[in-house]
């Protein structure tokens, strides 16, 4: 099987994204020059509470949801067809809304709108936060001023951006489990975007998590797998990121590639087990799965 059929399609996040950064253009377009930290506070508090804003959000969250939704039924049927399960599995499918997978899709349209919807907040702290660290610093308002009119536009549409890759990512690495869960399917294997060693972006924890399969009830912790020591100290960063899927942690791009039919893999493999990653053979997988 082909490893980027399912690979989240980029267009999806792009197509996300840019409703986003027009999001962000039209907060920044609301501020304006205004440097004053209640004024900011007040500008940003009525954009988001506004009917008109909320309206947005849960406009741009229903097509980025309902988009990974169709692509990855077709993703779905294409990687049933090949071993005569995709009558099945089709319609399966088409029976999905109606139960646990329509009920996911609608708490992930809610929860991706609550999270749009608190980008002119965030940012509002963001700004007033630098403002009053810079004003104990006996800085001129004046001074501070310049900087806020390139720092604000510039943390805007970052944020917008991060919002963006991560929320796709996460919300097809769920839309696989559940589907997987469906289907008894109760592996998967991780994936980087750009082959085993990921694209040169790819997170060095991430890179060591490529390939290996991963079982749905037992998310691995890749910075405790492969930590990072800091160059200074000698010591290794925390993990803050605690346990979690291919693609649900912040700025992620890897994705799940669901264990369908073992013959598509070559054997043996490595295993992510009882917290540590192991190697082993087809015999010994089938009898664990």
């Not at 039924?73 to 099945?88: C, D, E, L, P, V």
């Not at 919300?171 to 997987?180: D, G, H, I, K, Y």
Request: aromatic share 8%; proline share 3%; hydrophobic share 35%.
């Amino acid at each position: 099987m082909d490893k980027m059929l399912w690979e989240p399609k980029r267009r999806i996040e792009a197509a996300f994204r840019k409703n986003l950064l027009n999001i962000a253009r039209e907060i920044i377009k609301q501020v304006g020059n205004i440097t004053d930290t209640d004024v900011i506070t007040e500008i940003l508090r009525q954009i988001s509470k506004s009917r008109e804003f909320e309206k947005f959000s849960e406009s741009a969250a229903m097509k980025m949801v309902t988009h990974l939704f169709d692509d990855q039924g077709h993703t779905w049927r294409q990687a049933t067809a090949a071993n005569g399960k995709g009558g099945s599995f089709y319609a399966a499918l088409q029976a999905e809304l109606r139960g646990y997978t329509g009920r996911l899709l609608m708490d992930q349209v809610k929860r991706n709108a609550e999270i749009i919807k608190t980008l002119p907040l965030d940012i509002s702290i963001d700004v007033t936060t630098y403002i009053s660290q810079e004003t104990a610093k006996g800085r001129r308002a004046s001074e501070i001023a310049k900087e806020i009119k390139l720092k604000f536009p510039e943390q805007t549409k970052a944020r917008a951006k991060l919002i963006a890759r991560t929320e796709v990512s996460k919300t097809q690495s769920q839309l696989t489990e559940s589907r997987c869960r469906m289907f008894n399917i109760n592996w998967y294997v991780w994936r980087p975007v750009g082959g085993s060693k990921g694209d040169g972006r790819t997170r060095k924890s991430h890179r060591g998590m490529a390939d290996v399969l991963v079982a749905w009830d037992d998310a691995p912790a890749p910075e405790d797998l492969f930590p990072q020591v800091s160059k200074i100290t000698g010591k290794r960063y925390r993990n803050s990121l605690g346990h979690y899927h291919a693609g649900c942690c912040p700025n992620c791009r890897c994705y799940a590639e669901p264990v369908i039919d073992l013959d598509l893999f070559t054997w043996p493999m490595q295993a992510y087990r009882n917290g540590s990653i192991q190697r082993i053979n087809r015999k010994a997988f089938e009898k664990i799965i």
